[in-house]
């Protein structure tokens, strides 16, 4: 074993208490341009559940760069970094400032200006053109790095990292996508960053000086290749204390954290590529869909990395370094990006499908134990359930859990058969298993009918109705010939094994895509048939939209856009193009209907039940989730024991 995942780590003569890092990331938490008090306690919960190192969102060192709205500015951002030092100081915790500039890849919408870049090449997602930079921009933006690194000292962190990440314009001037300058930055294309390190080193001394580097850019025609990023290692390795390997660039954003259709630890063979590059020089950490604590420690083991990223874990568990030192099973992130990726114009909080308080650790805190005996009841073990019954009993409630099926985790185990979302399992798996542990009385395969509970109340004490969602009618008027099912009970397991399918998807998330791409593994001919513009239309925020449709193109299934199901009948079902009025039958023998359920109410039940999750409204594992917390939160011991 080379070190432990949990044991301190020296890095430039300071003393980390693990070798975990929590990444740089985007928040929306920000306060106009700087640092807010959510961020100061979403920073302060990782360092209190043993974080070794935190890396702060990313601030732009030059007011040009202006990439989402509530991106950090580093000129406005002293304050902020303060408050988070000495938030991290007491439980031993590094904290480096995140530093950067996103170049071409930014937005002008928010900075009024255009946009700095190597050479005049479009974003291929904005396909917006951005300025040449010149002598004075570039000494502008050394000058920022400078500036930026000089407010990070006086506000005392332990240091900074720089970003030459996918997303960065000290990648652009580093790669032949988008750097064909002629000049000493273009003939040299590490020239820039080299004065950047240099700028930033005579103002931290010697504070720990990271470097993020996209050591892949995955555009082997021109972009930066791993051999490449090999050179670039070994041309920097000694004037850094610590470097992140990363891929992606402006082809491939979305590979730098993908959903969980990509391995996780995908990024090993690559680290340890850059890590022999480095040649002992400076520590490396291995970034990359890193989630469990095992793979981790076998990243450690293998000499793949020094230390070892776990971002969204952490996200998703904040305790995680105190678990795996104490021997628990940390809350798992199931890779689904549903709500820790928001670049998103509705600009949500950075939070997790699993842990709703992530993002909310100002409003949204510790569960209190109430005071003296009390007992409540849970209908439903599903995820709002599970989450509800878990948090009454962290709060020393005697808890009852009664679920009408013989598993627990509703929904979450239906879509976790999907190709791709295995690891929803595992959140089911985590809740029951801590309801377990903390004494729930779960009894499955049993019934509570509403009139069993029609005041409200189990017992002597509260009642919390999860109930689920049920199907609702088919999507058209169809015949007794056509077979119609349900994505959950494709997902379950009904047996399709003839087709032609079609796969109706008025969601655009990510329940029917999956359908498909399932039906169509078992040499199924399927069609998906949507009502929008592009199938999967709600896969943008996750960074699976694109790779959805190439999943199912590779698959062989055929998308038919801008149509409704109007009949059907034996062997075929009528469509209409919603806006030409065009109809035309498509064959068909199974229809499989991805509409949203309906809740499945209990209308009967009195006011003093709370009614959580589904079956209030059928929605997402997050708001199952938060409700079933926030209403197992909520219940005072007056509650509890009255109704």
Not at 6 to 13: Q, S, V
Not at 70 to 94: F, I, K, N, Q, Y
Not at 516 to 529: K, N, P
Not at 543 to 564: C, F, I
Request: with cysteine; net charge negative.
């Amino acid at each position: 074993m080379r070190g432990s995942l949990t044991e301190p780590f020296t890095l430039a003569g300071r003393i980390a208490p693990a070798r975990v890092l929590f990444g740089p990331h985007e928040t929306n938490l920000g306060d106009a341009r700087a640092l807010s008090a959510r961020h100061v306690a979403y920073y302060e919960r990782r360092a209190r559940g043993g974080a070794g190192l935190i890396v702060t969102e990313t601030a732009s060192v030059h007011r040009s760069d202006w990439p989402y709205e509530r991106s950090p500015l580093a000129a406005d951002c002293e304050p902020g970094w303060r408050a988070v030092a000495d938030a991290c100081r007491p439980h031993g915790t590094l904290v480096l400032a995140g530093l950067g500039h996103t170049g071409l890849q930014g937005s002008s919408a928010w900075s009024q200006s255009a946009l700095w870049a190597p050479s005049r090449f479009p974003d291929p997602v904005s396909r917006e053109l951005p300025m040449e930079m010149e002598p004075g921009e570039i000494a502008a933006l050394v000058e920022g790095f400078g500036r930026a690194a000089r407010l990070a000292v006086a506000a005392g962190v332990d240091g900074v990292e720089l970003d030459a990440g996918p997303s960065s314009l000290l990648r652009q001037f580093h790669s032949g996508l988008t750097n064909r300058r002629t000049d000493g930055y273009g003939v040299d294309r590490l020239h820039l960053t080299r004065e950047v390190i240099a700028a930033v080193r005579a103002e931290l001394g010697d504070r720990i000086l990271s470097l993020r580097l996209s050591c892949d850019e995955q555009a082997p025609w021109a972009g930066i290749t791993p051999d490449d990023a090999a050179n670039h290692v070994a041309a920097l390795a000694e004037s850094l204390d610590l470097l992140v390997v990363v891929r992606g660039g402006s082809y491939s954003t979305a590979a730098y954290r993908p959903d969980g259709h990509t391995a996780p630890g995908f990024n090993l063979g690559l680290c340890r590529s850059m890590r022999a590059a480095a040649g002992g020089r400076v520590p490396v950490v291995l970034q990359g869909s890193v989630v469990d604590a095992a793979q981790a420690q076998r990243a450690l083991d293998d000499g793949v990395a020094d230390l070892v990223e776990m971002t969204r874990a952490q996200i998703a568990e904040p305790d995680l370094v105190s678990r795996v030192r104490a021997g628990s099973a940390p809350r798992p992130c199931v890779l689904c990006n549903q709500t820790c990726l928001v670049r998103d114009p509705r600009n949500p909080v950075v939070t997790c499908i699993g842990n709703p308080t992530a993002g909310f650790e100002t409003v949204d805190p510790e569960p209190v134990a109430v005071a003296g005996p009390a007992s409540a009841q849970v209908v439903g073990g599903g995820p709002a359930g599970l989450e509800a019954a878990r948090v009454l009993a962290l709060r020393g409630l005697r808890v009852t859990l009664t679920e009408r099926t013989t598993r627990l985790g509703g929904m979450l185990r239906t879509a976790a058969a999907g190709p791709g979302r295995t690891r929803l399992s595992m959140l089911a798996d985590w809740l029951e298993a801590e309801c377990r542990r903390l004494g729930v009385e779960i009894r499955t395969a049993a019934e509570i009918e509403p009139d069993d509970v029609a005041d409200g109340r189990s017992g002597d004490g509260a009642l919390i109705v999860a109930t689920g969602s049920r199907p609702r009618p088919a999507p058209c008027p169809v015949d007794a010939a056509m077979r119609v099912l349900t994505a959950a009970e494709v997902l379950s397991g009904s047996m399709v094994d003839a087709g032609p399918v079609v796969v109706f998807d008025p969601v655009g998330g990510p329940v029917a895509v999956s359908v498909a791409l399932l039906l169509a593994d078992r040499a199924l001919d399927v069609t998906i048939a949507t009502p929008d513009q592009l199938v999967g239309s709600r896969l943008g925020p996750t960074g699976d939209l694109v790779a959805a449709n190439k999943r199912l193109r590779d698959a062989g299934v055929t998308a038919l856009l801008a149509v409704l199901p109007m009949a059907g009948t034996a062997g075929e079902v009528l469509l209409q193009n919603r806006f030409t009025g065009v109809r035309f039958g498509v064959p068909c023998s199974v229809l499989v209907d991805c509409s949203l359920p309906l809740p499945n109410e209990w209308s009967a039940v009195g006011e003093g039940a709370v009614r959580v999750g589904d079956c209030v409204a059928p929605r997402t594992v997050l708001e199952a989730v938060r409700e079933g917390r926030l209403a197992a939160m909520s219940m005072s011991q007056y509650e509890v024991v009255t109704g």
